[in-house]
């Protein structure tokens, strides 16, 4: 018997409504805020930071996570170091910490490991009430892991966590990745689809289309190995032809090793992370009552897509503990014009309050969505 969602009734707000949340909430006196963030290259990088200085200078300290990889683009490293320099003027009280994404040794994916070794070391929530994630310059395994993590930190020490993320499809679509090919799960994103228990079980992938990513995405289809397949594609979307060119990108292997069809189709809003999540929580929720006596069914995760939407992802295996089974970004390549640190991207914050006292109180239950 599948239990009631998690977060069916989840605090979340878009746009304008979340940036207003940021300074009602975090700017009260009695919150301690602790940030951690991505120091990257990505345009987004800041804005976060900008958001919270404004309202809590002096009650947040933060913690800068540095991705490194094997061979960076001269120019990501540049625009790296000045997002670092701005993050590092905006909260004084920081820590700027590095972690390589790829062992030294082998080239195999680490930095899930790596990254919550370094929040073993360098996350120091005494003291503090609040915990805010911001994905917006982070990979999203390295993401995957961290909100794990802080989820587990934040129910023993009775924090508040929140998930934020710039969302700008735009943005996402003009980095290019190059990938190492090795499909992987993040740190603490197994599942069980892999164990003896659940050889007789029917594995259903669910992988998030995005523009770009269809060798990706077949090298996790063969990987994964499922018995069948339910693409996700973004509708509405913020670009209304945005699902008509995905079909057609991927049309080949809808009809060709996929076997999809228009009824295996999964529509989640491009703009509710929480959408997708209980999208995905009601097909699970389907299946179980259909192969409760025939080895159960398995839902495999991959997010490929808008970072905003894979927070949906996210949720639902944090939820359920589906797997997710992604390739890892070996090098990334952008446009200067994509790299502009003084272009504020026009993308909208979008704020998640996973965790925390407004569960516990009184109006849990009540549809916070905004």
Known sequence: MSSPPRWERCISHRGSLAEDFVCDYFGGADRKVGLIAGAGFDPRTARMAELLSAVASDRVRALFLREERPIPDTNLVDSAEENVRRLIGLVPDNVVESFDVFDKIDAAPV??????????????????TDLVVDCSALSVGVCFSIIKYCLEIAKRGCLNLHLTVVDH???????????????????????????????????????????????????????????????????????????????????????????????????????????LYRAILRIDNARQRVFME?????????????????????????????????????????????????????????????????????????????
Not at 223 to 236: A, K, R, S, T
Request: proline content about 7%.
């Open 111 to 128: 930095g899930g490991r790596r990254v919550i070794s370094a929040l073993r070391q360098r996350l120091k929530p005494i003291g503090l």
């Open 169 to 275: 499809p735009d943005t996402d679509s003009a980095i290019e990745a190059t990938h190492c090919g090795r499909p992987s799960s993040p740190h603490g994103f197994q599942g069980e689809w892999q164990l003896a228990k659940c050889a007789k079980s029917a594995r259903l992938w669910l992988p998030q289309l995005g523009q770009g990513k269809r060798a990706v995405l077949e090298e996790v289809h063969k990987f994964v190995n499922p018995h069948e397949v339910c693409p996700i594609l973004p509708f509405p979307a913020t670009w209304p032809r945005s699902p008509d060119i995905l079909i057609e990108e991927y049309g080949e292997l809808f009809e060709g090793m996929w076997k999809v069809d228009a009824r295996d189709l999964i529509y989640a809003h491009e703009k509710s992370p929480l959408d």
């Open 294 to 370: 025939t080895g159960g069914s398995q839902l495999i995760l991959s997010p490929a897509g808008s970072k905003a939407v894979s927070l949906g992802m996210l949720m639902a295996s944090l939820d359920r503990n589906f797997a997710v089974v992604l390739v890892e970004s070996l090098a990334y390549k952008a446009a200067p014009a994509v790299l502009d640190v003084g272009a504020r991207p026009v993308g909208e914050l979008v704020h998640i309050w996973l965790d925390g006292e407004a569960y516990a109180s009184e109006i849990h239950g009540v549809d916070r969505e905004t």
